[in-house]
């Protein structure tokens, strides 16, 4: 059954760095999505993807974070200079439709740690 | 702005019985979809069942069915025969229709089933 995966598992990194998660889509879907999960809090949309544009985004998606589908197959999410509150769980997304529609399902990776000291 | 509430961090049930999850949620939409999705220790979260709000009748998908009470803004979900493969963390989430493709999560609640 196809899955959605994401690069890194876990990644640690200092206050100030760049990090990059990946992500890989299901292949037919259309629509992606970056959410994360700060330890005991809730889930929190990033941003939404499609048709290669952002098609909506949160408050906390601000100017550090940026996202790209580079190849046709990745989708990836960029943190320019990571703050401690960055630490998170972050999970990508997929469907073919948005969730309002009958065949929106959201697909979602297992999620990538990231920890910022 | 739509919120969505899981009161219960944790329950555990015993194998082969009947649990129920609560989840309270605030909108002023009229039409909107509930969810409750489900993430097994180390695995993706996976859609468990969806509620569209102007169906009367509640979702069912084998063991799990909703009771899901408009008025009152309240989406439960029942596990019948609770199995060991339940054991997860389960979110609730609501989507509005008003174009907005975001989902809103509750903070989850984690169940045990107990052989």
């Known amino acids: 059954e196809p899955e959605v995966t994401q690069t890194p598992s876990h990644q640690v990194t200092q206050m100030g760095q760049e990090v990059i998660l990946r992500c890989v889509p299901i292949s037919n879907h259309l629509y992606f999505y970056w959410y994360r999960q700060i330890l005991g809090q809730k889930v929190e949309f990033l941003v939404s993807f499609y048709n290669n544009e952002i098609s909506e985004k949160s408050e906390i998606f601000d100017d550090q974070f940026s996202v790209e589908r580079p190849d046709g197959s990745n989708f990836t999410l960029k943190i320019r200079s990571t703050k401690l509150e960055d630490s998170a769980m972050y999970f990508c997304?997929?469907?073919?439709?948005?969730?309002?529609?009958?065949?929106?399902?959201?697909?979602f990776g297992e999620g990538s740690r990231l920890t910022v000291l | 702005a739509q919120t969505v509430t899981q009161s219960q961090p944790e329950m555990s049930v015993q194998e082969a019985e009947t649990v129920t999850l609560s989840c309270t949620y605030d909108t002023s939409e009229n039409n909107y979809y509930l969810f409750w999705y489900k993430q097994p220790p180390s695995r993706q979260m996976i859609l468990v069942i969806r509620?569209?709000?102007?169906?009367?009748q509640n979702a069912t998908e084998n063991r799990f069915s909703v009771n899901f009470q408009k008025a009152a803004k309240s989406f439960s979900l029942k596990i019948s025969d609770s199995q060991l493969g339940d054991t997860a963390m389960y979110f609730c989430a609501f989507e509005g229709q008003g174009g907005s493709e975001k989902l809103v999560f509750g903070k989850g609640m984690k169940l045990t089933v107990n052989p």
């Open positions: 509620q569209e709000a102007y169906k009367q």
């Open positions: 997304a997929s469907s073919v439709a948005p969730p309002f529609r009958n065949t929106g399902e959201l697909f």
